[in-house]
């Protein structure tokens, strides 16, 4: 009988009976390890995504035991993944949240993923290191809060990370102290690409090409990019380096097991006020794992989501909330663009989306009347993105949107990753209504601030400018849209004004920790994967040497 692999994907764990999907071959399996539910594990970590994907992988080569739930398909991208948008939605969380504010947020494809390896299987790769005075953004820049950790040690794990991803850069990147050669050549500049390096040049400002998480070169059973162009779609080569085909297949090799399609609902804690493991439903059954420590590595919303269901008696506010500070202060990047039109062909869908930045504005702190910064990026969306965009910012439909599509392959585009400031109105609630588990979902409130607001303006008049020097016609703009999640958990340097230390771990309940982008306590203005990589890489060599201590 026909098995829809879809559905199978999505309904059948693949992780189980002592063996896990290789996702580096066709039909491939890899032993795994498997550990009982009444055995306290040392690490069970909620997400499987640069977060806590990347933890897992460390902490099981270190000897830990570990087992990673993640509510997400296992998928295989050999086999599962297909050059079709509208099929690659199943890649994203799409499960129902409440979104509020001024400026409510658009949740799905542009900052979450649902999936072994999270939001990496559909990022757009961009690496990028955060500039170093933003660690200490408060006491050096003015705004924000500082971060408890040294940009000389987050240089390190940078580089770990640069390493064991083989990210694809520039000889010279022009931003920012010295670095080391990047492991891999970076790859050629498209069409795109080289619009927005004559933009940079009409206005007088460095360029780069963007470092990049796919390959340039073969690396063992992965071949080079092939520019196919549908990386924030999912990558069926295995060129991009996600967590799927990097930390993961290591995690499982070194003895930790990964749970596909289970959902974690609740954090159980004992009567001595630590965690004591975790309730999580699987083949619609709700089960339980016993753990020495637990790791919540679910992003920005289902991060608190989780800590704040799992409130008890003795913390009737949430898990790890005695600073009140719990799903507050939930950062974005903005995300708007400048759009033009020119004479030249550009196919501006081969290769990926980003292949040239400038960070200018990241680094040049004269003459701005905001705080933070942001990079601008070339862009290269797809098909049905594109006219997604033209449908949704522009109001076109029927022939004029037809008519305008047929310049698709003559558009250029230029958008920003812009810093937002930390705001506590800006949250992460627990709605009345509940989800397909039972467990109320999330309420999600935003809104700009001023500052937000003089960034984008910014920006935008940044742009449109550069476009003007190319030449460009027809040039409109993309004032709304919004990129990743941050915040909600952050890091910091006392109990009452964070809800971690600097090792991810909470300040209330010592064996619970959250690694994942919730821990910023500012959002910088660049992608956060390689930042979020970073500080799993330092948690994971921290919690080592606190175990050679004895302080776990």
């Known amino acids: ?69 993640d509510a997400g398909a296992w998928w295989r991208p050999l086999e599962d993944f297909a050059s079709d948008e509208a099929h690659q939605q199943k890649l994203f969380w799409t499960d129902e949240r409440l979104c509020d504010g001024a400026n409510p947020l658009q949740l799905g494809t542009n900052n979450s993923g649902k999936s072994v390896g999270g939001s ?43 390493q064991s991803l083989k990210i694809s850069g520039p000889v010279r990147y022009p931003w920012g102290p010295k670095r080391p050669r990047y492991p891999y050549r970076q790859h050629e500049i498209n069409a795109s690409g080289l619009a927005l390096a004559k933009a940079c040049d009409a206005m007088g400002v460095n360029w780069a090409a963007t470092p990049l998480a796919t390959l ?37 090799q070194a003895g930790g097991e990964v749970r596909d399609l289970a959902m974690v609902g609740r954090i159980e804690t004992a009567s001595d006020g630590l965690v004591s493991g975790l309730h999580y439903q699987r083949q619609g059954q709700w089960r339980f794992q016993r753990a020495r420590n637990v790791v919540v590595a679910g992003y920005a919303i289902e991060t608190p989501r989780l800590l704040l269901n799992s409130a008890n008696p003795r913390y009737p506010d949430g898990l790890a909330n005695s600073s009140g500070l719990l799903g507050k202060n939930l950062m974005v990047h903005t995300n708007q663009a400048v759009w033009g039109r020119v004479e030249e062909e550009i196919r501006w869908y081969k290769g990926p989306p980003s292949l040239a930045i400038t960070e200018h504005w990241n680094y040049e702190d004269a003459s701005k009347d905001f705080h933070g910064g942001y990079a601008i990026m070339s862009q290269g969306p797809l098909p049905a993105a594109w006219a997604t965009t033209l449908a949704g910012s522009r109001g076109l439909w029927g022939q004029e949107l037809v008519d305008e599509m047929a310049w698709y392959n003559h558009q250029v585009g230029l958008k920003i990753v812009g810093e937002t400031l930390p705001q506590e ?51 409109w703009a993309e004032t709304g849209g919004t990129a990743h999640l941050l915040g909600t958990a952050r890091m910091g340097f006392d109990p009452a004004s964070s809800v971690v230390d600097a090792d991810c771990r909470s300040w209330d309940i010592p064996n619970l920790w959250i690694c994942d982008g919730s821990v910023f306590p500012t959002s910088g203005g660049v992608n956060p994967s390689l930042t979020i990589q970073a500080i799993a890489c330092r948690t994971a060599d921290r919690i080592q040497a606190m175990a050679k201590r004895g302080e776990l």
């Open 1 to 69: 009988m026909f098995v829809d692999p879809l559905y199978e994907a999505l309904h059948e764990p693949r992780g189980g009976r002592g063996r896990a999907p290789d996702v580096m071959r066709r039909g491939g399996w890899l032993p795994m390890r498997e550990y009982a539910e009444d055995e306290a594990v040392d690490f069970a970590i909620v997400g499987s995504g640069a977060g806590g994907g990347t933890l897992a992988c460390k902490l099981a080569e270190a000897g830990f035991s570990v087992v990673v739930f």
């Open 120 to 162: 990496t299987v559909h990022f757009a790769m961009v690496s990028l290191r955060m500039r170093p005075e933003w660690f200490k953004a408060r006491s050096l820049l003015g705004y924000g809060f500082d971060w408890p950790l040294d940009w000389r040690e987050m240089w390190h794990y940078y580089r770990e990370v640069e």
């Open 216 to 252: 340039s070169a073969p690396r063992g059973d992965a071949p080079p990019c092939v520019y196919r162009g549908f990386c924030v779609t999912g990558c069926s080569t295995n060129a991009k380096q996600s967590v799927l085909n990097t930390w993961i297949p290591r995690a499982v």
């Open 425 to 475: 109105a800006n949250r992460v609630t627990l709605a009345e209504q509940k989800d397909q588990y039972g467990l109320p979902i999330a309420r999600v409130t935003w809104s700009m601030g001023d500052n937000d607001h003089r960034l984008v303006n910014h920006a935008l008049g940044f742009m449109q400018r550069g476009l003007e020097g190319i030449g460009a016609s027809n040039i």
